[in-house]
């Protein structure tokens, strides 16, 4: 079988992560590299052995078998849906568009191409690459924690107030912090991945109260707190806080910050259920997560010990992905779900602009 040609459109931060994954996939080849600021693919395919370069999209559509759309999260819809006109395999970075709108446009566009050509389609929420995720997924669907009751989550960052990955002028961070430059803020950036993290553990959601903030940031330079950079306005949300309605009948608080000093990039999360809980915290492990039962509870004196359980790991997004153009069986996360996961991030910006008033969530197909 001739080796499956990936085209890799926008060549920013995260696509090193996508050029360097596939390039470990046996039967897969990063073939192109895309990007519209002239010489920026050139260099970006230099460094990473990829043999061709280009400005434009035709290209990529001519040559390439499939897609890793990995432009700024505004421009997400267009390639995708090029990509999709033309019956490729499309694995787009989250979120899977900045509106509601759009994501059902793409999700519709999606499934009709799939139907006809075989097309796969996936959207990238790459902390599914975990396996503590799956493993208690699969815990909460067989009922091992009984009902659940009660869901807390956080996704904690820090460059905001710590230089762990450069200082925040940097052009890399810079822009999500300005809505002119697209930015959904900490909710569309890292809040869509904990959003799919916890609904895809604990269940889907009904309704979704929001709260977002937006503090001064400290100029490098005087030490003193700003709103604007260069002319721009730092307007985007750096802090949000959410509760969730749970189909099941259950609750969630989920927060997330830019803020968190001491937390690099923290995915964490904890299931309460009427016969159990588990705990999972990525900062310690993608393939551990912790459980205790309520025997273990009615036996302990005090707080009982939690029991971890150790995992194998699981196959990455972009494994599964090239796995599933070669099986044609479409994984998860296909791009409904991420019409679904952008129809939570609808929620909570019509919930916060109305003062957190809870928002049912609107049809996402």
Not at 121 to 140: C, D, G
Not at 181 to 197: A, I
Not at 252 to 261: E, K, L
Not at 274 to 290: H, K, N, P, Q, V
Request: aromatic share 8%; net charge neutral; with cysteine.
């Amino acid at each position: 079988m001739a080796k499956i040609k990936v085209g890799i459109i926008g060549t920013g931060g995260m696509a090193k992560a996508h050029a360097g994954q596939l390039a470990q996939i046996p039967g897969c080849e990063p073939f192109m590299a895309m990007d519209v600021v002239p010489g920026r693919a050139e260099a970006f395919a230099e460094a990473h052995g990829i043999p061709w370069a280009t400005e434009s999209m035709g290209d990529v559509l001519s040559d390439c078998d499939a897609v890793c759309v990995v432009t700024p999260d505004r421009f997400h819809a267009e390639p995708t849906l090029a990509a999709l006109r033309r019956g490729l395999h499309v694995l787009c970075e989250k979120p899977l568009t900045v509106t509601l709108d759009e994501a059902k446009k793409v999700a519709r566009a999606a499934v009709k191409t799939a139907d006809k050509h075989g097309s796969i389609h996936m959207t990238n929420f790459s902390y599914r690459n975990s396996a503590a995720f799956h493993h208690a997924a699969k815990m909460v669907a067989d009922g091992k924690l009984g009902e659940v009751r009660h869901v807390y989550a956080r996704y904690l960052q820090a460059w905001v107030a710590a230089d762990v990955w450069g200082n925040w002028t940097k052009e890399a961070w810079l822009w999500r912090l300005q809505t002119a430059k697209g930015s959904g803020g900490v909710l569309g950036d890292v809040g869509c991945h904990l959003l799919d993290f916890l609904t895809g553990i604990a269940g889907d959601a009904s309704s979704i109260r929001c709260s977002f903030y937006n503090h001064p940031k400290v100029s490098p330079t005087t030490g003193r707190p700003v709103t604007k950079w260069r002319g721009g306005e730092l307007d985007a949300n750096d802090t949000a806080i959410i509760e969730l309605a749970l189909d099941g009948g259950g609750s969630a608080v989920a927060h997330t910050t830019r803020w968190a000093t001491g937390r690099a990039n923290q995915v964490a999360l904890e299931v309460y259920g009427s016969e159990g809980a588990l705990m999972i915290d990525l900062d310690r492990g993608y393939t551990r997560l912790w459980v205790v039962t309520q025997a273990m509870a009615d036996q302990a004196s005090r707080e009982p010990d939690w029991k971890m359980i150790d995992l194998k790991p699981t196959p990455n997004m972009w494994k599964r992905f090239i796995t599933g153009i070669k099986t044609g069986e479409n994984d998860a996360c296909d791009m409904v779900r991420g019409a679904q996961v952008q129809s939570y991030l609808d929620a909570c910006e019509r919930s916060a602009a109305d003062g957190g008033t809870p928002k049912k969530l609107r049809a996402w197909v």
